[in-house]
T-cell receptor
Framework: NAGVTQTPKFRILKIGQSMTLQCTQD?????MYWYRQDPGMGLKLIYY???????DKGEVPNGYNVSRSTTEDFPLRLELAAPSQTSVYFC????????????FGSGTQLSVL | LAKTTQPISMDSYEGQEVNITCSHN???????ITWYQQFPSQGPRFIIQ???TKVTNEVASLFIPADRKSSTLSLPRVSLSDTAVYYC????????????FGDGTTLTVKP
């Protein structure tokens, strides 16, 4: 099992460009999350999904959009990139059951210049 | 969502036991407490989870008092490779997993 796979690992955007961060999982977990982490800070929840076709906002959703058409994939879309979106983005999944713990991808480092 | 408070940083030496305490005064009845470890340029990794009293696994112990308003992660005999940021989360098992990550505790292990 690959677990949680994020692509790309690094990306540089110009102000106003758009891009999609990809996240895919092969663990059949219903719950998926997108976090951002600024230098020296904790993770902040952007969006989450409790299953295919269902998404909801987290703490810092402005400037982002998500979709969840399948259990496996949870892409994060940045429209009109801004320097404030320079951050490391992590995707995570959560199984439901007696041992519920978050599984994280390796992250995407994004710079908006 | 329960908020957590941890020390910003801690220093230790190789071979020592390290205890990191987290406060979570508004923990809900059904919330579990979970600790994660994060190395630079990596996603957080699960360490241990518990509900009350004491839980031990191969890498750490977790102590939770009866009132559950705090918890202590204990790392026995740390090594240089334990240098990382440690996060305490409350309620991953509730609220659709929307736990709040604080800023964590940066543990630096010195030789």
């Amino acid at each position: 099992n690959a677990g949680v796979t994020q692509t790309p690992k690094f990306r540089i955007l110009k102000i106003g460009q758009s891009m999609t961060l990809q996240c895919t999982q092969d663990m059949n977990h219903n719950y998926m999350y997108w976090y951002r982490q600024d230098p020296g800070m904790g993770l902040k929840l952007i969006y989450y999904s409790v299953g295919a076709g269902i998404t909801d906002k987290g703490e810092v959703p402005n400037g982002y959009n998500v979709s969840r058409s399948t259990t496996e994939d949870f892409p994060l879309r940045l429209e009109l990139a801004a320097p404030s979106q320079t951050s490391v983005y992590f995707c995570a999944t959560l199984p439901r059951g007696p041992n519920e713990k978050l599984f994280f991808g390796s992250g995407t480092q994004l710079s908006v210049l | 969502l329960a908020k957590t408070t941890q020390p910003i940083s801690m220093d230790s030496y190789e071979g020592q036991e390290v205890n990191i305490t987290c406060s979570h005064n508004n923990i809900a009845t059904n919330d579990y407490i979970t600790w994660y470890q994060q190395f630079p340029s990596q996603g957080p990794r699960f360490i241990i989870q518990g509900y009350k009293t004491k839980v031990t696994n191969e890498v750490a112990s977790l102590f939770i008092p009866a009132d559950r308003k705090s918890s202590t992660l204990s790392l026995p005999r740390v090594s240089l490779s334990d240098t990382a940021v440690y996060y305490c989360l409350v309620g991953v098992n509730t609220n659709a997993g929307k736990s709040t990550f604080g800023d964590g505790t940066t543990l630096t292990v010195k030789p």
